[in-house]
């Protein structure tokens, strides 16, 4: 009973952040499934949905900051796609990734521009950001919220993906462009409908996790990103459901660290995890079998 | 069964004797007239990758309603003239004109809208999609009720039907053959185009693809094939065109090039007689 109320906090608090890791970690996970790219400027759209909602805040009524935020960032990855990948859609895949690498360090100094520098305090949204008590822990409203918004959010869109027609064609475009080229899928629109889906869920997840924290700063997407990046290849690459208990289990895990007093070592557990996948089971949990398309 | 079938249905450019048992012998043609009206006209057609000249300005007609072949060693730009023909490569040069429409300016997609499909090389089924999934994808493009081609394709292809939710990695070659086909049936398509289908199959389910190849074409399909089974492919063809190193270097129909000197000793092989 002891422990458990010692440690419940970050046992709330690591299922939170997990929830938040899995949305960003979809959208890794799900462009990494069709394009075969590690989108590395993911982690910046989040920090940017972040800014837009310190900036919009200031001029603009929540009810339309939030849903503003969850545009601009759509469009904000939607572009990206347009922008830096689709040029390269022939090039080798190590063009891509630098150009990818280009745009998360392009991101990262414009906000570093706009901001100054300084650390720009997120608002408070009320009802998630009031505190709630479960039995010997006190937390946020959005601690309880995320896991359950998130699951509701995964179930749909694996509904999506598996039951309707434009998920049939994701899961087509992700075996064989060309061949759905000759079922007369427009390539191009499903890659964006990646983008959009990723986009979406990362300002979702953006909305929740600095919801948590106090100020917004140019590299505050970096570690969350790294992280749902490790999560998102711990679970398998290009597998959703994986890239969720990926999430969860580095969230959970890391929150105990921090519960034991061994803060300082909490995020070299996710990159211990990292290099141990990469060592042991390179897949994933959920990964596809490293064949060859015949 | 047969049973002296000796068949080569491979990679090379010698085919081998073929003796095909059972199944409709040499032209065995529909029996409605045909209509004689040029479906596809490709004049002057060029294709090259990189500088090199893969098809070098080559002309053919596919009358409606007809199979017609293309036949050649491996490399003399027959596949790349079926992928240039559906927007797959870019024609350098030359008209490809379907049904009054020109299609070198256009995309797969619209491509595929105006009615052509093209079933790839080495079959291509979306192996992580159930069978129904793949036939779903096939017509893609369609928004009108499926259920009567389901029907239809199913009729055509029994053994698709048992498979049904059956994920398509998980069939044989042969089945996949015929999943590829089906889905590109799914399209409605007025012409079908075909990517060496017997590639890689053994002999008997050979013969199945190209019984196959006559149903569906006696039931009214236009049928451009591509195949280094030659001998196959002139049987089943009204009108045939050999490629060699880019180039039309012969044409006629299906029988007079399968008794062609200068084909037999090429692609049907020296001792054929």
Avoid at chain 1, 238 to 246: D, H, K, L, R
Avoid at chain 2, 128 to 141: D, F, H, K, P
Avoid at chain 2, 193 to 207: F, K, R, Y
């Amino acid at each position: 009973m002891d422990f458990l109320s010692k440690n419940l906090p970050y046992l709330l608090a690591g299922i939170s952040v997990g929830g938040q890791y899995a949305l960003i970690a979809i959208g890794y996970t799900m462009v990494y499934g069709i394009l075969r790219l590690i989108n590395f400027a993911h982690g910046d759209i989040f920090m940017v949905a972040g800014l837009v909602m310190v900036y919009s805040t200031t001029i603009l009524p929540l009810y339309i900051s939030i849903p503003l935020t969850i545009i601009v960032t759509v469009i904000l990855g939607m572009s990206i796609e347009k922008i830096a990948y689709k040029p390269l859609r022939n090039s080798p895949r190590m063009s891509v990734m630098i150009s990818a690498i280009g745009v998360s360090y392009l991101l990262q100094n414009l906000a570093l521009y706009i901001t100054g520098g300084l650390a720009q305090v997120y608002p408070t949204i009320p009802f998630i950001s009031s505190p709630i008590t479960i039995g010997p822990a006190t937390t946020k409203v959005v601690t309880i919220l995320t896991p359950f918004l998130m699951i509701v959010l995964v179930i749909a869109l694996m509904q999506l993906i598996n039951h309707t027609k434009i998920g049939m064609a994701m899961r087509s475009v992700s075996t064989d462009f060309e061949t759905s080229r000759l079922m007369g899928i427009n390539v191009n629109n499903v890659i964006s409908m990646t983008f959009i889906i990723g986009s979406f869920l990362a300002a979702i997840g953006s909305l929740l996790y600095f919801s948590n924290y106090p100020s917004v700063i140019p590299t505050s997407g970096a570690m969350p990103g790294l992280k749902a990046f490790v999560a998102a290849v711990f679970g398998g690459i290009g597998s959703i459901p994986g890239a969720v208990i990926g999430a969860m289990l580095i969230g959970i895990v890391e929150n105990l660290i921090k519960g034991v007093g061994w803060t300082t070592f909490s995020d070299a557990f996710t990159f211990v995890l990292l290099i141990l996948v990469l060592l042991f089971k390179p897949t994933g949990l959920f990964g596809e079998a490293a064949t060859d398309k015949v | 069964m047969s049973d002296k079938n000796k068949n080569v249905a491979s990679t090379g450019n010698t085919v081998g004797k073929v003796t095909s048992a059972g199944g409709p012998g040499f032209g065995n043609k529909r029996e409605e007239g045909l209509s004689g009206k040029v479906l596809l006209k490709v004049d002057g057609l060029k294709v090259s990758y990189g500088g090199i000249e893969a098809v070098r300005g080559i002309s053919f007609d596919v009358p409606e309603g007809e199979i017609v072949t293309l036949i050649g060693a491996n490399g003399a730009g027959k596949s790349s003239t079926l992928r240039a023909i559906v927007g797959l490569e870019k024609a350098a040069g030359g008209t490809i004109t379907f049904n009054g429409a020109e299609l070198t300016s256009m995309g797969t997609e619209q491509i595929v809208k105006n009615g052509i499909t093209l079933v790839p090389e080495g079959r291509r089924v979306f192996v992580n999609l159930s069978v129904y999934e793949n036939l779903r994808m096939g017509a893609y493009l369609r928004k009108d009720d499926l259920s009567a081609d389901l029907e239809w394709v199913y009729s055509l292809f029994p053994r698709l039907k048992e498979r049904h939710w059956q994920a398509a990695g998980t069939l044989s070659g042969g089945e996949q053959q015929m999943l590829a086909i089906a889905r590109a049936l799914m399209s409605r398509p007025q012409m079908i185009m075909m990517d060496e289908p017997s590639l890689g199959l053994a002999p008997i389910i050979v013969q199945e693809v190209f019984d196959i190849i006559r149903e569906i074409n006696r039931q009214g399909m236009t049928i451009l094939l591509v195949e280094q089974n030659a001998n196959m492919a002139l049987k089943a063809a009204d009108k045939g065109y050999v490629m060699e190193t880019g180039r039309i270097t012969l044409n006629g129909t299906g029988m007079e090039l399968a008794e062609n000197d200068e084909v037999k000793e090429a692609y049907l092989g020296k001792s054929h007689k």
